[in-house]
């Protein structure tokens, strides 16, 4: 029998009339119960861009299907369905059914305003996703029609969300229970396409550390034992934490005991470091994206092509106390089927020789900025 450190037992043993016979344990009574804990996935930004549809639309077989998204991220569903909470980042609104997906304009701000097809939903679904956070700089790119169609697509295949909402009662953030634990994930966006809406609670948009530390001191007073904080951030490409993100971050945790925060949007990959004791995946890249190619501008960058999928996970030390144990690790974008692999699974698989080389290429520039990856 194998027992973990640190848990004791007794044996009970059986009593004979014979004292001849020598009792033997028959059980074993746990007195030290064991450490709660879980263990959460969350990944980067989901962007159905035109090269990910004409990829998914390549997989559509039914008479009448538009798009199948979900086997773009078969080689990385179990990854994301193991994990006790897994949680995407859909940075795109989602249309209705059969609406026209794509680009509707362009910003005032700059940028395009992009409409992801309703399909996306039930493909992150597939991939084993729980959650995802919805506030970003394109949550308003369709104004208050888009959100809500964003958060019923969600509902329709049962993944709850935070960051956006339709009501004011439906942004009041939820408590989840996850392993027995109770769970708070918030969502926030540090920068909009468009004028907000006149509603606050329709996009989440941290305006200040004091305001999204209120927020969690909050849901820590209504129970949350475990706080995860997901922001999504104005400066892209680049490699390392912008200054002014670095100072919001630490001003938050100054205020606010946070036990992971996850941020999205620079579409590449940044270090992973603690802040005030809490961990920061400064940000995560892309889950999904057109990026990546020499077609695409300004967003030709390969480490656009990289994403860390942000694990980590939550045990309990004392009665309501939690460490983190951070473990990134790395997804890959193959530019032309726009497929998404795990190199800790791939680069083993003999199958895979076409993808080999540009996994290396993955892995060579990912580990130039995080140590170690996964």
């Avoid at 043993?13 to 709660?36: N, Q």
């Avoid at 990854?79 to 940075?91: F, N, P, Q, T, Y």
């Avoid at 999904?288 to 045990?315: C, I, N, P, V």
Wanted: glycine fraction near 6%.
């Amino acid at each position: 029998m194998l027992v973990a450190a640190g848990t004791v037992f007794i044996a009970a043993s059986v009593v004979s009339a014979d004292p001849l016979i020598t009792s033997a344990p028959s059980s074993a009574i746990r007195l030290t119960p064991p450490a709660r804990t879980f263990n959460l996935v969350a990944t980067g930004d989901v962007l159905t861009e035109s090269m990910v549809m004409s990829a998914a639309a390549g997989f559509a077989t039914s008479a009448g299907e538009r798009f199948q998204f979900a086997p773009l991220f078969a080689h990385v569903s179990a990854i994301i369905g193991s994990a006790d909470l897994a949680i995407c980042h859909m940075e795109m609104p989602i249309g209705a059914p059969g609406e026209r997906p794509g680009e509707y304009g362009r910003s005032p701000f700059g940028g395009n305003l992009i409409l992801a097809p309703y399909e996306i939903a039930d493909a992150l679904r597939r991939t084993g996703f729980d959650r995802c956070s919805t506030a970003s700089n394109h949550s308003n790119d369709l104004g208050e029609p888009g959100i809500a169609t964003t958060l019923t697509a969600l509902d329709n295949v049962g993944i709850s969300h935070a960051g956006t909402a339709r009501s004011l009662s439906e942004s009041a953030p939820a408590i989840l229970t996850v392993n027995g634990i109770r769970v708070a994930h918030l969502a926030y966006t540090r920068f909009s396409n468009t004028v907000l809406p006149a509603e606050p609670w329709w996009v989440n948009f941290a305006a200040s550390p004091a305001q999204v530390a209120a927020d969690v001191n909050a849901v820590r007073a209504a129970g949350a034992e475990v706080v995860v904080v997901s922001l999504h951030l104005s400066k892209e490409l680049q490699p390392t934490p912008d200054p002014v993100d670095r100072q919001f971050v630490t001003d938050l945790t100054a205020l606010a005991h946070i036990d992971l925060i996850v941020e999205h949007g620079p579409h590449v990959i940044q270090p992973v470091e603690m802040v005030n004791g809490t961990w920061v995946y400064w940000s995560v890249g892309n889950f999904t994206s057109g990026m990546g190619t020499a077609a695409s501008g300004k967003y030709s960058d390969q480490h656009t092509l990289d994403e860390l999928a942000a694990t980590a996970r939550f045990t309990e030390t004392s009665p309501g106390k939690f460490t983190v144990e951070p473990w990134p690790v790395l997804l890959c974008n193959e530019p032309l089927s726009r497929t998404l692999y795990a190199p800790v699974t791939a680069l083993a698989d003999p199958l895979l020789p076409i993808v080999r080389s540009e996994l290396e290429a993955c892995e060579r520039r990912s580990t130039a900025i995080v140590s170690p990856l996964h």
